[in-house]
């Protein structure tokens, strides 16, 4: 298998490495690996915030799984990471409906 493909997982964080970018324990989730970038182009381009958010090309919106943010190309780390972020949210609300469905339980709202 080739590295580098987009079918493949993005590389996750460890803890050592999220700890070490001093990411607070609120944030040392799945999405980890994408916000060490994100916080160190804040920190690089002194968080000017027209840096770090340009969004990416829209045929990469609609994957669930993103690239690897590429370090020499600055401007997508935002919104790779805010996209990580609602891929998970997403999965824990079908979870949970999941949960709901198999306890026989109606959502509430």
Not at 9 to 30: F, N
Not at 71 to 98: L, W
Request: hydrophobic letters at 25%; proline letters at 8%; one cysteine or more.
């Amino acid at each position: 298998m080739a590295t580098g493909t987009a079918s493949e997982t993005p590389r996750q964080a460890t803890r050592e490495e999220m700890r070490d970018a001093k990411l607070p324990m609120a944030y040392r989730d799945s999405c980890g690996h994408l916000l060490i970038p994100l916080n160190r182009c804040r920190q690089d381009t002194y968080y000017l915030p027209w840096k770090c958010n340009v969004r990416t090309p829209p045929r990469l919106l609609f994957q669930l799984t993103q690239p690897a943010p590429n370090p020499s190309r600055r401007g997508d780390e935002r919104h790779s990471y805010e996209k990580c972020q609602y891929v998970e949210f997403k999965k824990r609300v079908a979870k949970m409906d999941e949960l709901r469905e198999a306890k026989g339980g109606a959502r509430s709202n």
